[in-house]
Structure formats: C-alpha cells, structure tokens
C-alpha cells in the first residue's frame, strides 16, 4: 500500500481554480505491507502505533497464579466471581496494601475477587479494601480489534452487553483503536467459590517497508510543449452517467479511449478554462484523473503522460459525452513536476515495524 504525501498544483489552480492548470503531481511515500501477527508485552502495546488489539484467553488456576506473581494486580492476569450467589465473608483483619496481593491468589480459605457491575455503581463506590470498593485493577480499558469492537456495540444494542462500556481511540479527529471497559468491584469471599481466570494477550500487526513506488511498479515518462494532433491512450474508470441518464460503466473495469488532441475545443468562463485540448471520446465522469499517454507502447505497456482527464462534454448536444479534455502541459507544468521529483517522501515504517505518526 502506498500513501501520498503531498500534491504539487500550480498556483492558478490553488488560488484561483484556474482548471486550465488542473493537474497535480503527487510525492509517495514508500509503501508498507502487512509483515503478519505479533504478540507483544503491553508496554510495548500501548507505545506502538499501528493495527493493535488484545484477546482473552482461558487459564488455569494454576496459570492465573504464576502470572499473578510475575506481573501483579495490574498486570495481565486477572479473576472474577462467576457465581453471584456466593457468600461474602468480611474482610481479614491483617490485610493490608503489602499482602492483599496473597488474598487475591487465595489464602486461608479467603479470596479476593471481582464483582461486576455498571459504570455508575463503580464510579460511586469508595477506594480501599473493604467489600464493595472499587476494584482498579480489573477495571481498566483493554484494546480490542474493530471486529470486536463491532460484535459488542451491536450486542449492547440489544441489551446483551449491560455492564460494559465501549470506546474509540482518537488521535487528531481519526480513530485509531477501540477498547472494551467492564468494571468490578472488590468481594470477600470463601476460596472455593467459582472463579474465571484469564491472560489478556497483546498483539499487533507488524508492518514492513515496501520501497518506492517507481522502483516496484515502474512508471511512464513526462512530456510537455508538444504539438497538439498527435494521438494518445486516455485511461480511466468511468462511472457517472451520460447527460441523458444512461449509465454504461461501472466504475471497477478500467476502460480506454485512443484519439488524436486538438486545441481549444473546450471552454468554460465558470471554470476559467480557455486553454484545454480535447480528444473525441465516450467516457464519462469517473474517468477524471486519468492519464493521458502519448507514443504508447502496448507490449512494453510504456508512454509519456502528456494529460489528465479534466472536463467531459457534450458537443452535439444530444445528451452524450462526445469529448474529454485536459490541461496542455506547457514549461510550467514542468516546473512543477521536476520540483515534486526532486523530494524525497521517505518511509513511513520505523524499525520495530511501527507506522510513523
């Protein structure tokens, strides 16, 4: 995938919309490509800057508390009281900041677990140890993937997701990422009441540098201060309908046009356009943008880009397109495409494949 960077216009066009300057030539960056799944701890999670999201998986007991040891209550692996029903016993008279870490893992026939409930009732409920005190560390905002994302924001339409709380990540007005928040909290209760245990695994997709785009895909020359009357290959993707409603293309099959210029044939005082020359042809809007390619060769699929798709218009006045037209590409046009060529964009991919922001 290749991003531009930034389009290079003449300043007619930029100031004044003057279409006979309408074209611009667009620097790339170098493309990415997707280098597949990786997981990753969460401190390199929450600093990585690309596709990212974190799942749930099933543990243990036994799993639960090894991790628990190694990463602590704010670490990834976490519990929560499955049975509602079960009895809550008080708080133990010893329990305090240094060991409620023992009490979470069970001890003396105690456990402290998770009871979840709405945003509202966390929100109001007091920090400390005691039953019915917030429970930080399981209520913190997890990363998901947009699927989940999806899947959860439609059940919570449908009253299957009452609890939790869903969010998008936005950095500069763009969405960036998606995470699910549930909230619990604290309960005493016996050591043999009914626990789910899980890991949240953390993962992103690695992206690679793909190099220049000329260098992949190669690309077709620049010519400019030629004659009108010579012939070339218009290429494009129509799409919109002819004057009198009739819609041939689609929009998704490239299409072609070959013809010979000619000059003035088009003009337009809204647009500002005194300039363009055209070439006899049936394509519709859609096509705008496309090249136009002189002294094409077919074998070697290689030309000169001599144009680009402007104006569509209706000569006869019979509701068909008849003619497409485009700027004349003069010295200052190539001003401009040798001051675009001449930056370098770089790459967008940073060495721990990372997207640059």
């Not at 597949?36 to 007991?61: H, L, M, R």
Request: proline share 4%; no cysteine.
């Amino acid at each position: 995938m290749y991003v531009g960077k930034t389009a290079w216009t003449h300043y007619d066009f930029d100031v004044y919309e003057d279409y006979d300057r309408d074209y611009a030539f667009v620097t790339v960056y170098n493309g990415i490509f997707d280098g597949g799944k990786k997981q990753v701890t969460e401190s390199e999670f929450n600093s990585f800057v690309g596709d990212k999201w974190a799942e749930e998986k099933v543990i243990s007991e036994a799993e639960y508390k090894l991790g628990f040891e190694k990463y602590g209550e704010k670490g990834p692996y976490k519990a929560k009281l499955v049975d509602p029903k079960v009895e809550t016993v008080a708080k133990p008279k010893d329990v305090n900041g240094d060991n409620v870490k023992d009490y979470i893992l069970g001890k003396d026939g105690i456990k402290l677990v998770g009871a979840q409930v709405s945003k509202a009732e966390y929100d109001a409920a007091p920090k400390g140890l005691d039953n019915g005190n917030q429970f930080e560390g399981l209520s913190q905002p997890v990363a998901i993937s947009k699927e989940k994302y999806d899947a959860l924001l439609a059940d919570k339409a449908n009253g299957k997701y009452p609890l939790g709380q869903l969010a998008e990540v936005k950095e500069n007005g763009a969405v960036i990422g998606w995470t699910q928040q549930e909230f619990f909290l604290k309960k005493w209760t016996k050591s043999t009441a009914q626990t789910k245990y899980w890991v949240d695994q953390y993962f992103i997709t690695v992206s690679k540098d793909a190099g220049r785009l000329g260098d992949n895909v190669g690309g077709q020359g620049f010519a400019w201060n030629q004659k009108t009357g010579q012939p070339v290959f218009i290429f494009g993707y129509p799409e919109g309908p002819h004057p009198d409603g009739d819609k041939p293309f689609t929009g998704i099959t490239p299409k072609w046009v070959y013809g010979k210029t000619t000059g003035k044939v088009y003009v337009s005082a809204a647009q500002k356009i005194e300039e363009h020359i055209g070439v006899k042809g049936a394509l519709t809007p859609g096509a705008d943008g496309g090249p136009w390619v002189l002294k094409y060769n077919n074998n070697k699929r290689l030309g000169y880009v001599n144009g680009v798709t402007s104006q569509f218009g209706d000569q006869d006045k019979n509701g068909r397109y008849d003619l497409i037209t485009s700027a004349y590409f003069d010295g200052e046009t190539a001003d401009i495409y040798k001051k675009a060529a001449a930056v370098w964009s770089g790459r967008i991919v940073g060495p721990n494949g990372e997207l640059y922001k």
